[in-house]
């Protein structure tokens, strides 16, 4: 059932991110929703499921990439797992630390994938990178509580399976 749930997030993340999300663009740029929700989302859950979003997050952004298909597959998987591993530490309570989090990891991110693009002679541009940090930022702050709070949900916690 969790699973089933994080995906249809993501799905609609994804639909957000291509209809709503350019036409508050900043220069043609702008943040990602599904990217925001996948870093809140390892943040505050373990591992696996981190690296579970990140897959499906990463594929769908990658359908929409013309460049290089699984770039944002692997810039979200490293990520996730910097993300969880980081938030193992982190009083999940709290929402500065992830938010701020969250920003370096969206800058983080566009700098991987510049680099990547860069190495695969694409045309990038890498002034978008900061724009996009601090729309991932501004979205991040809208979100984290409402993840956090989805994630301590009885049907999203893990069972113990011995």
């Known amino acids: 059932m969790r699973r089933l749930i994080l995906a249809l997030m993501c799905i609609g993340f994804t639909i957000l991110d291509n209809t709503i999300m350019p036409l508050l663009s900043f220069n043609g740029v702008y943040g990602s929703i599904l990217f ?5 989302y390892s943040i505050v859950s373990d591992e696996w499921d981190a690296l579970y979003v990140a897959l499906i997050g990463g594929l769908l952004q990658d359908l929409y990439m013309f460049k290089g298909f699984g770039i944002n597959c ?18 999940k309570e709290r929402s500065l630390i992830p938010i701020v989090i969250n920003f370096f990891m969206g800058i983080l991110k566009g700098v991987f994938v510049v680099a990547l693009l860069y ?5 990038t541009d890498i ?30 916690k893990k069972d113990w399976n011995f």
């Not at 925001?36 to 809140?40: R, T, V, Y």
């Not at 979200?76 to 938030?87: E, F, P, V, Y």
């Not at 002034?127 to 009885?154: D, E, H, T």
Request: glycine fraction near 6%; aromatic fraction near 10%; include cysteine.
């Open 36 to 40: 925001s929700f996948i870093i809140c």
């Open 127 to 156: 002034q978008s990178v900061a724009i996009m940090g601090i729309y991932n930022l501004i979205i991040s702050i809208l979100m984290y509580k409402r993840v956090f709070k989805l994630s301590q949900k009885p049907y999203m």
């Open 74 to 91: 692997l810039s979200n998987m490293l990520l996730c797992i910097l993300a969880c591993k980081i938030g193992t530490n982190l009083f």
């Open 119 to 123: 190495m695969c002679k694409q045309g």
